[in-house]
Structure formats: C-alpha cells, structure tokens
C-alpha cells in the first residue's frame, strides 16, 4: 500500500454526539484510532461513546469529544434540529463562536467581546465539503474546526490515527515530536495479551515516522499471532502427553528517554510459550528530531574514530569490575563478549550512552539482557558535530 500521510486539511470528518462526559479543559494533544473508542489526550487513554471510523477515504471522529479537548464549552456545544446548524463555543483565551449548517460549505467564526459577549469580528470561511446531517447526527469537517481553534491535524494512514495538536506544541526540544501508548489487552484460555504499542507522531519526516509505526506494530501483531498459532500444538502435546495446558503470554512495554533534539526509544517485548521461562527481547530507535532522521551508533562519531575499540575497551572494564565485585555474571572464554558491531544497539539515558545486548548474548539468562552505561562527557572528543550539537 502506498503510504501516504497528509495534514488532515480537508480529509477528516468529525459528527456531534451530545450524551456522555467530555474533557473539562483543553489538551494539547490528542489522538484517534478509527475502530477504536480509546482515544489518548496529553498521554492518557481515555474511553468515548462512539467509535470513529474510515469512510470513502476520510476519518470521522466525535466531535464532541475533540471539541471538548480544544477547549469548547461541553453545555453551549450541540445543534438546532429545526434550523440544522451546529455550534461550538470557546471561551477564555479563545472567545468565540464556530456556527455550521447542514448542506452549506460556509463556516462562520464569531469573535466575540471577552466582557459583554458582543461580536467585535466575524469570519467566514469556505470549506471544501458541506456538513452533513446523517442518523441525527452532524458530521463535521474537522480540518476547519480545529485551524479556528488554533490547532493543527494530521492523518497517518499506516499508524492508521489522527492527531490533534496545539501549534505551540511544536516548540518543544524535540521539536513536538512525541510518544503515545496505543492499548491492546485481552485474556483468553490460550492467551493472555498485554500490548502497549508506542505511537510516534510529530516528526517532520512522515516517512521515517510511518515507518517506524508500522514496524512496531507489524512486530507485535507477528509475535500475537505466532503464538496464536503455536498454542494449538502445544494444546495438542498437553492432551496426548497428559499434561496440563497453560495459556501463553505476551507483553509488550515502552520506554521513551529525551537528550537533547535526541528521542530514544526502547521497546521491550516478553513471550512465554510453555517452558521453564519465558523469552524476552528489546528493540531500540534513535531518533534525531531536528533533522528528521534514525540514528545508528556509526552516526555518532567522527570519521576517522575507531569507536568501536573504544566502546569495547570501557565495556571490558565494566565487565571486569562487576566479576571482581562479585556482581556480574557473564560467560568466560568464547562465548563472552567479544566486541560491539558497528551499529550496535543502543540508546540515550540521563547523560549517557546505553550499549545493549540480549539474553544469552554474552550472559546466561539469569543476567537478563546486560547494558553498560558509557557518560556522554566521557566521549565527546570522539563525537560528530552535528551528534554534539543535538545533545545541547
């Protein structure tokens, strides 16, 4: 499939459901799942009454719950039936009126006195789509509401959410690229489900951003879905060999670390399929967000730099000092570690580089996956920079 993500101007529409609690006070950011009655707002999930949905190319959202979250005013929010008309009212900061009428492409945005209420400019603006009237409900289009309101939208096919976000948002040291946490949770006889998918938005490559979802998910959906897969033989053995059948697991967790320009983050993924234990494994993105581009370890250091000696010999240290400590617990002669790869996995953390290996890399499974914390200062004679600049 092609990918494709577009500023939402003219391709979301939303409809007005007026039951049920909204946010009380404006966020600045938000996002939608079509299919989905999660939404998440400044980070946290919370539930709708309405699904939204994907029809003829275009994203239909609650309106009530996104003009909630830009700040309208839940009580003066709603449509006349006789007259067809739909209105949104902002106040505070942003005092005014936005009126729609089914079957028109005019939006008309009244400007209005913070004191007496009167109507010191209005606006009216053409849309590129009427308002429709559907199952007594207004659909609205949304890229108009939300630019009235002061916001941006975004539409990214692949991670398949909309975005909603303040412009302000945008000035943040990443550049208002940001993280949220996409919920999938379900037990059954055969599985126990626990998915936490993080979702990039905000990154001025698109691409790189669509990219970077869709592996993540499409790596939790292939892990669900070997396991589904795998657990009807293993029913099988249990009923022929006699013994009991527990369900499998899968969890999948997140964290996200900021340096600098620098987002970095770690998605950890842990599976049991029957065993003793269960097997784990983590994959690390390195994101510079003033340049739009993923970072590797290579990235990070000047040219004529032999880091990876250099790494190796700190990390032998580390490793040296926890075994005579007492500490560590490593394999010893070929089965210890050797040296990074050149694109090693890593990530950024409270002033530091992480170098990480996975469980049994260079370490039984009781060591979990090991990582050595290198300090950034340490190595910035060796530092591109362009890598040095980010991390200001």
């Known amino acids: 499939m092609k990918k494709l993500v577009v500023s939402i101007i003219g391709a979301m529409i939303l409809f007005v459901t007026l039951s049920g609690s909204v946010l009380a006070s404006p966020v600045e950011k938000v996002v939608f799942y079509p299919g989905d009655n999660k939404y998440i707002a400044n980070g946290s999930e919370l539930t709708m009454d309405a699904v939204p949905f994907v029809a003829g190319g275009r994203a239909y959202v609650p309106v009530r719950f996104l003009a909630g979250a830009l700040g309208a005013e839940d009580n003066l929010t709603g449509w006349d039936t006789s007259k067809g008309t739909v209105s949104i009212a902002l106040r505070g900061d942003k005092n005014m009126d936005i009126t729609l009428q089914a079957g028109s492409r005019q939006l008309v945005i009244n400007y209005l006195n913070g004191q007496a209420g009167e109507v010191l400019n209005k606006k009216a603006v053409s849309m590129d789509v009427t308002p429709v009237l559907r199952d007594g409900r207004i659909y609205l289009p949304a890229r108009w509401i939300a630019e009235a309101c002061g916001f941006a939208v975004e539409w990214d096919i692949d991670a398949r959410s909309v975005l909603v976000y303040a412009s302000g948002t945008k000035e943040s040291p990443t550049g208002g690229v940001s993280v949220d ?40 959906l292939q892990a669900r879905g070997e396991l589904e897969t795998n657990y009807k033989e293993y029913a099988a053995n249990a009923e022929k060999f006699d013994f009991p059948a527990h369900p499998f697991e899968l969890y999948i967790t997140h964290e996200v670390y900021t340096s600098g320009s620098i987002l970095s983050l770690v998605v950890e993924t842990y599976q049991y399929s029957g065993g003793a234990h269960g097997i784990a494994w983590r994959d690390y993105y390195n994101l510079d967000t003033k340049n739009g581009r993923q970072l590797s370890l290579q990235d990070l250091f000047k040219d004529d730099v032999d880091y990876v000696s250099i790494l190796n010999g700190q990390i032998d240290k580390q490793i040296a000092d926890q075994l005579n400590s007492g500490q560590g617990m490593y394999f010893e002669g070929d089965m210890g570690f050797q040296s990074i790869l050149e694109n090693h996995p890593f990530y950024l953390k409270d002033d530091h580089i992480v170098i990480c290996f996975g469980q049994y890399e260079i370490a039984p499974y009781a060591a979990g996956m090991p990582e050595f914390q290198l300090p950034l200062d340490s190595l910035s004679r060796y530092w591109r920079e362009d890598f040095g600049a980010l991390l200001q």
């Not at 999938?184 to 990154?203: A, F, R, Y």
């Not at 001025?204 to 499409?218: G, H």
């Open 181 to 220: 946490t996409r919920e999938i949770k379900s037990t059954t006889d055969q599985l126990k489900l626990s998915m936490e998918i993080p979702v990039i938005s905000g990154m001025s490559n698109k691409a790189l951003q669509e990219q970077i979802n869709k592996e993540i998910m499409d790596k939790a």
